[in-house]
């Protein structure tokens, strides 16, 4: 029963966090629900071996990654037919002007590998060398895309008014 | 830019990111329907496959040899009039003003992955892990949900209870994917209460309705609500108040208690008591156990400690995040591995300090538990402080006795 309850606290405890990293990779909020729910229905599948992982985190991050990346190779054709519809969400539509949105626009402008490593490092806060493991790269792989990604950042006019505000 | 500066603005643009509450049952279902497929027919005999299934909804359905059926019987009749006294031989179990005379011997929620292994009421579970396991036979079993109807539902009749319109869903009965013999199942839909009731019976279909038959309307008492389905809904803090709403709207008092839960929710629901489907009296007092606020940032995280020998041993031994914050001994050979690992705010920030010399820093720079991770190179006891950092400064998590032999 301790792995049953172990279960329901990670679903429980994760599921905002994880949604939001999908969004923040560049998912719609809509396709990231569809993105994890995907993704942790394959961890539940071997979830002796989520148990088993030195790190539940970067396990499932690995998971979600490989989904997201799966899903952009052959577009995304992984939404599972469910009895009931989810409850939709949506942005806020006044997010166009506001931070949020600010941010994500940002983070568009980076490549699909840089922007990955920045969401691993700086949003689901895996070290680099998790997010070496969680990508199957070696750290100085996710430090070069790291300190590129860091450098289109800082030349963000946008992100530095932000950061001004901040 | 600054690490500091970019982490914040993640969390800010994606607090601003409106999530649903985790689709858990579909999660659920999703995963079992994998399985399913995966496994095929042909391979009932291993039951090492570990996959997760929906409580309650006997997937995996049972062998059926031909035993004497265990009937019980409660003499209550579908369309009695309410009356608050329990048939001898029963007690009662419900949600709202519906409720079922169950056999006394009937227990609640003896289910192993999800199918029941005894006579029992299943009510308010959440999720479980399954393996391929099969329904016994000649057990027989209710499942109470309140809200939408779970399993395909479509009314074939529409009768009366205590006066209340019931939708019925004529009995079916289904052969087993695994062996010879079938599982019986039929439901029943109260609208008005939005209650429930999914029979199931590997005994025979009468069973099924004779199940069915045991319902009645209570005006006088009500079901004490379940509550995990408050806590799949988001944000989690909010369970509690969900909760009271749901269990106030029934006329119950509720009294919250608290106890601290590292890393998880403020407000998440540990349990309820009585426990859920009881029938009590309007006014009746419900103790509710949710997460404590935190105290200071040991309370935002959880951490374990885990250890396996040389080699590909699987012989895991580990701490739970209640005993390193006890001060618990964990013994090892030489030549295992021990590391510690966090879940929830600053776990990022993880450290372990050691006095003694027994263990040593494990080399493995690529590993994801570095640098909190150690090779027990000689015997002796080793003293392993846990810390995480919060605003520039150590906060101790607890210390683990590691005695090498």
């Not at chain 2, 929620?109 to 292994?117: A, I, S």
């Not at chain 2, 009468?206 to 008492?221: G, M, Y």
């Not at chain 2, 909760?243 to 008092?253: F, K, N, S, T």
């Not at chain 2, 309820?272 to 009590?280: A, F, N, R």
Request: include cysteine.
């Amino acid at each position: 029963m301790r792995r049953n309850e172990d279960f329901s606290e990670y679903v429980a405890s994760r599921w905002v966090g994880l949604v939001r990293s999908a969004v923040l990779l560049g998912c719609s909020p809509a396709k990231a629900e569809d993105m994890v729910q995907t993704a942790l229905m394959r961890c539940l599948v071997s979830w002796s071996k989520v148990e088993r992982a030195d790190d539940r985190d970067a396990y499932v991050h690995r998971v979600l990654i490989n989904t997201f990346t799966s899903s952009r190779r052959r577009r995304w054709t992984g939404e599972r037919t469910v009895e009931r519809l989810p409850e939709l969400t949506s942005l806020d539509e006044t997010g166009a002007v506001d931070d949020a949105d600010a941010v994500l626009r940002s983070l568009a402008r980076l490549n699909f590998d840089q922007r990955t490593v920045v969401v691993l490092r700086y949003y689901a806060h895996l070290t680099e060398l998790q997010s070496a493991e969680v990508l199957g790269i070696a750290p100085g792989t996710v430090k070069s895309r790291l300190s590129r990604a860091l450098a289109l950042l800082a030349d963000d006019p946008q992100l530095a008014d932000l950061r001004g505000t901040s | 830019m600054i690490d500091h500066d970019l982490s914040d603005l993640l969390e800010r643009a994606a607090d601003r990111i409106p999530v649903g509450p985790p689709p858990l049952d579909d999660v659920l279902v999703q995963a079992t329907r994998h399985r399913r497929r995966r496994t095929g027919a042909a391979m009932m005999s291993s039951a090492a496959a570990v996959v997760v299934a929906m409580v309650g909804s006997a997937l995996l359905l049972s062998p059926n040899s031909t035993p004497p059926p265990p009937v019980v019987t409660p003499s209550v009749a579908a369309t009695q009039p309410s009356v608050a006294a329990t048939p001898p031989g029963t007690r009662l179990v419900g949600l709202g003003q519906a409720a079922i005379a169950v056999p006394v011997t009937w227990g609640t929620n003896e289910t192993l992955c999800g199918t029941p292994k005894q006579d029992t009421v299943v009510i308010d579970v959440g999720a479980i892990g399954a393996c391929l396991t099969s329904r016994p036979e000649g057990i027989d079993s209710v499942e109470l949900t309140q809200g939408p109807v779970r399993f395909d539902f479509a009314a074939d009749t529409t009768s009366d209870i205590g006066g209340l319109p019931a939708d019925r869903q004529a009995t079916t009965c289904t052969a087993s994917p695994l062996e010879q013999g079938s599982t019986c199942y039929g439901t029943i839909f109260i609208p008005s209460l939005a209650v429930s009731f999914r029979a199931e019976s590997s005994t025979d279909k009468a069973t099924v309705d004779e199940i069915l038959s045991w319902i009645r309307i209570l005006p006088d008492i009500v079901g004490v609500p379940g509550y995990q389905s408050a806590n799949l809904q988001t944000p989690q803090g909010d369970a509690r108040d969900r909760y009271v709403a749901a269990a106030r709207a029934e006329g119950l008092e509720v009294r919250v208690v608290t106890e601290k839960r590292p890393a998880i929710d403020a407000g998440f629901i540990l349990d309820v008591s009585p426990e859920p489907g009881t029938m009590v009296p309007p006014g009746t007092e419900v103790t509710l156990t949710v997460v404590a606020e935190p105290e200071g940032p040991a309370d935002e995280v959880r951490v374990d400690i885990n250890s396996v020998g040389p080699g590909d041993s699987m012989d895991y031994q580990g701490l739970d995040d209640d005993q390193i914050r006890a001060g618990a001994t964990i013994e090892l050979g030489v030549g295992d591995r021990i590391w510690t690992y966090a879940m929830g705010k600053r776990s990022p920030t993880l450290a372990g300090e050691l006095d003694g010399t027994s263990l040593t820093i494990d080399p493995w720079t690529k590993g994801p538990n570095y640098p909190h991770s150690w090779i027990a190179t000689k015997e002796g006891t080793t003293r392993l402080t846990i810390t995480i950092t919060a605003d520039g400064q150590p906060v101790k998590i607890g210390v683990v006795t590691v005695v090498v032999s």
